[in-house]
């Protein structure tokens, strides 16, 4: 990616992070709502608010400080644009130079202007309206004789102590004044309607009315209502661009959905949101906004630290670094997941961690699966789920981060369950095709144990920690079971190469792996049902919820009844398969001696074999897994056996639909069992 693609990239996701924060505050203060339950209870216990609570005044601050922190990303975005030149794209209304830019950007960039515009006309306003205020009651409450009547005879007299006096009237006005003429020259570059001459110095007068008028020895009420004139002018303009340009808004609506529509009739709707999902970048927005909010409570929390005094101001590092530092990381992450945003920023700087992570696990096995690569989102979707059913943003802060570890400490022990699924593939092919790398066998190995070893000392420190509760059970489940699925790995890993090592066709391998496997699989059905009874105590006697019942629902489907439906299959297969061998002839020693052939199945020596009625000769754990996928020998394609001696036999005379039929069923073998498949490996 070139330096100006990036750079791009870079100013489409800040553009897009300023209106997650004006989002966050309207969650946050909850349009005045209570959220938590010692809120509720509060206010069921009184009918009279104080508007002077501290929280409420808390609220508000950071209300106003972001929508501050907010317009001036607004204005930074903006202005930068007219830095260079290179091209002149009209908008609705005038023509601005930007940079070549995209033109899905070129509206973002322009409805950033528009909405600039109009939060420098409000904040105009309130400026004013505000030195008025202050004016008229220094006025009001002027009694001794060095106040003068007007800021214009302080003028004309030279009376440099009443112009100078930072309580009085005369520094209110300059600082409005440099205040209203920074806000026009901005306005005037910014919005979008037409560029008169004669319109823009009217936009300057405008804004600076005010001012001059609270010079002059003019009656109150006209001073008092001033800032109503004087925001006339650029609302009537902001006003002008939205209603000339809404024939243009209407058609940059439209074809959005009109190409929304077809893209769905074409591919779908799953593909419509997936190609949005990128082409928005929503993950690194999320990621930035979300940074930047950390960023801006850390800095809160290092001001309060410091309450002004010099030698305090010293002591800031020593105390952040002896006796802060882990209360700051608290509060930072107590705050960082307060509101859905929140969450769902703090849910994309984890999936990217847990990318990272599962790309060096995949840097340390030496692979690089494409399916291996969801770590991350799989991570993000678990955690979010996990945030919403536990009523994350709900809790106070004490309880909403305790409940914060817990869900960590579950997503942790579900990432070794995905790590599991990165490795075990590996130790199959490295068992089964008889690699002879040494270092492959090492690091696959050494993950294996991390993956045995750490659940323990997690579980050990737990348990010593923590008295019994049903988030430990869920834990301990998941521990002990990502335990056992790696003794299974291991314990199949190991009979593969003790067949690699011996010289001689091993009939009972298949039989073995079939057993460790299924109580591997039977362990991790009954954790399976431990855990569904386990979340319906929580659902139950604890903490119920829409979305837990669902997850409830969801895990009983496909990992209990699925699960138990597959196995008892794989079961009935392998018997009904059993007794099909069963009633074949076992091959005599001199049988074989005469035959002195292999296995057309495995290609191995038969040193025990099974007769079919066609006369054809295989081995039996071969013919059983031959009869899994049909009843049909694999050379002539008869009946192997005979189901009823009443019934005629049944025979396909047409050879070439019987050569299909055995190719596609052999396919099917390898498709639908390969884990039984995987007794005999790659010969």
């Known amino acids: ?83 260079s ?25 322009i409805v950033y202007l528009y909405l600039t515009s109009v939060g420098i006309v409000f904040v105009s306003y309130w400026t004013n309206v505000s030195t008025i205020k202050q004016i008229q009651g220094l006025t009001a409450i002027a009694t001794s004789p060095h106040h003068s009547s ?11 102590k009443n112009l100078f006096d930072l309580d009085g009237p005369g520094v209110l006005v300059m600082q409005n004044f440099l205040i209203q003429f920074v806000l026009s020259v901005v306005f005037k570059n910014v919005h979008l309607g037409p560029r008169h001459n004669s319109l823009q110095k009217m936009l300057t007068a405008s804004f600076m009315a005010p001012s001059f008028l609270a010079m002059l020895p003019v009656p109150p009420n006209l001073l008092r209502h001033s800032p109503v004139f004087a925001s006339l002018v650029p609302l009537m303009l902001v006003k002008f661009v939205i209603w000339t340009s809404t024939y243009k808004i209407v058609q940059v609506i439209y074809a959005g959905y009109q190409h929304g529509r077809l893209f769905v009739s074409n591919y779908g709707l799953s593909a419509l949101v997936e190609t949005e999902w990128m082409r928005l970048n929503v993950p690194c927005v999320l990621r930035v906004f979300w940074v930047l909010r950390v960023a801006e409570h850390s800095i809160l929390l290092l001001m309060d630290n410091y309450d002004g005094d010099t030698e305090e101001m010293t002591k800031v590092s020593t105390l952040l670094a002896v006796q802060s530092l882990a209360s700051m ?29 599962g790309n060096f696990f995949q840097w340390i096995l030496l692979t690089d699966e494409e399916e291996d690569k969801s770590i991350g ?131 009972q391998l298949d039989d073995y792996v079939y057993y460790i496997r299924a109580f591997g699989n039977t362990i991790e059905f009954c954790f399976g049902i431990f855990l569904f009874f386990n979340g319906a105590w929580i659902l139950l006697f604890e903490s119920g919820g829409a979305i837990r019942a669902v997850m409830m629902c ?58 079919t009625r066609c006369n054809h000769f295989f081995h039996g ?20 056996y005979k189901i009823d001696s009443d019934t005629p036999e049944i025979k396909d005379d047409n050879s070439e639909m019987g050569n299909e039929e055995n190719s596609n069923n052999q396919n099917l073998l390898l498709e639908e069992e390969p884990d039984l498949l995987l007794g005999e490996g790659v010969r």
């Not at 100006?4 to 996701?13: F, G, I, N, T």
């Not at 297969?573 to 057309?600: F, P, W």
């Not at 754990?621 to 192997?640: A, G, M, N």
């Open 1 to 83: 990616m070139s330096l100006r693609s990036k750079a791009l990239a870079l100013v489409e996701v800040l553009l897009r992070v300023p209106p997650l924060f004006v989002v966050d505050e309207f969650l946050k203060i909850s349009l005045g709502l209570p959220t938590t339950s010692d809120e509720i209870s509060a206010l069921s216990n009184t009918t009279i608010i104080d508007s002077a609570d501290p929280e409420a005044a808390y609220y508000d601050a950071n209300f106003y400080n972001a929508f501050a922190y907010s317009f001036c990303i607004f204005l930074t975005c903006c202005l930068g644009k007219f830095v």
């Open 85 to 109: 030149s290179t091209r002149s794209i009209a908008p609705p209304i005038g023509i601005y130079p930007f940079i070549a830019f995209p033109e899905h950007l070129v509206h973002l960039i």
């Open 150 to 160: 007007s800021i214009l005879e302080d003028v004309l007299n030279l009376n440099i």
């Open 329 to 357: 990381a608290k509060s930072l992450l107590v705050t960082g997941c307060e509101t859905i945003t929140a969450v769902l920023g703090m849910t994309s700087v984890i999936s990217f961690f847990c990318h990272y992570i």
């Open 377 to 507: 989102t799989v991570s993000a979707i678990l955690f979010y789920i996990l945030a919403l059913q536990t009523g994350l943003t709900s809790l106070n802060p004490e309880k909403r981060f305790i409940r914060l570890c817990r869900n960590f400490c579950l997503l942790f022990t579900a990432l070794l369950h995905f790590l599991h699924n990165i490795v075990n593939p590996m130790l199959m092919s490295l068992s089964a095709s008889h690699n002879p790398s040494t270092h492959r066998h090492v690091r696959a190995l050494g993950v294996c144990a991390f993956l045995i070893f750490f659940p323990i000392f997690l579980l050990a420190y737990l348990w010593s920690q923590h008295s019994v509760s049903t988030w430990l059970l869920a834990v301990s489940a998941f521990s002990i079971e990502v335990i056992v699925k790696v003794t299974v790995s291991l314990a199949i890993y190991s009979l593969f190469l003790i067949d690699a090592c011996r010289s001689s066709f091993w009939e």
């Open 554 to 611: 969801i895990h009983a489907y496909f990992n209990i009844w699925c699960e138990a439906r597959a196995g008892w299959s794989v079961f009935m297969k392998r018997r009904t398969a059993v007794n099909k061998i069963n009633s074949l002839r076992e091959a005599s020693t001199d049988q074989l001696s005469h035959l002195d052939d292999v296995c057309a199945i495995c290609y191995q020596e038969m040193h025990s074999a099974k007769i």
């Open 621 to 640: 754990v071969c013919l059983r897994k031959w009869l899994y996928v049909q009843d049909r020998c694999p050379l002539c394609h008869d009946i192997l």
